[in-house]
């Protein structure tokens, strides 16, 4: 009996830590780097998650579609990581743990909200 159980707790075990890092996602209005609530919400539950796990690092990525100026766009991108990295911040998480990349601007067919976005990942180190 001991055996079986300790048998199905490495197999719990080995189960947890092949599990994909979760990706939480934070949209934002067009040309927008501003944070609306539901935005607040997610980098709150992703600080959440980072306090229980504080051997992860929180990396930020920051995408933005590609308009006409494509210099305007990466930088919009660019204040996109920055905006959820300050939230993260003020919702606790270490500066040292967290890191951000914005994305080159882009425009794949039928992307147009998902080129307005921020993708946070909790990862081992």
């Known amino acids: 009996m001991r055996r079986l159980f300790s048998v199905a707790c490495l ?3 080995a189960a947890c830590a092949s599990q994909a890092p979760r990706k939480y996602v934070v949209f934002f209005s067009n040309q927008s780097a501003e944070l609306d609530q ?3 919400e997610v980098v709150a539950q992703v600080a959440q998650e980072a306090d229980r796990h ?3 690092i929180v990396r930020v990525e ?6 006409k100026d494509l210099s ?4 919009v991108a660019i204040q996109r990581a920055k905006a959820v990295t300050a939230k ?3 919702d606790g998480v270490r ?3 967290i890191v951000e990349t914005p994305r080159a601007p882009s ?3 039928g992307m147009v909200v998902g080129s307005r976005r921020v993708e946070i990942e909790l990862t081992s180190p």
């Open 11 to 13: 197999s719990l075990l």
């Open 38 to 40: 539901a935005g607040q």
């Open 54 to 56: 504080p051997s992860r």
């Open 62 to 67: 920051g995408y933005a579609g590609a308009g």
């Open 72 to 75: 305007a766009d990466a930088l």
């Open 88 to 90: 993260l911040q003020a």
């Open 95 to 97: 500066s040292d743990r």
């Open 107 to 109: 425009n794949l067919e």
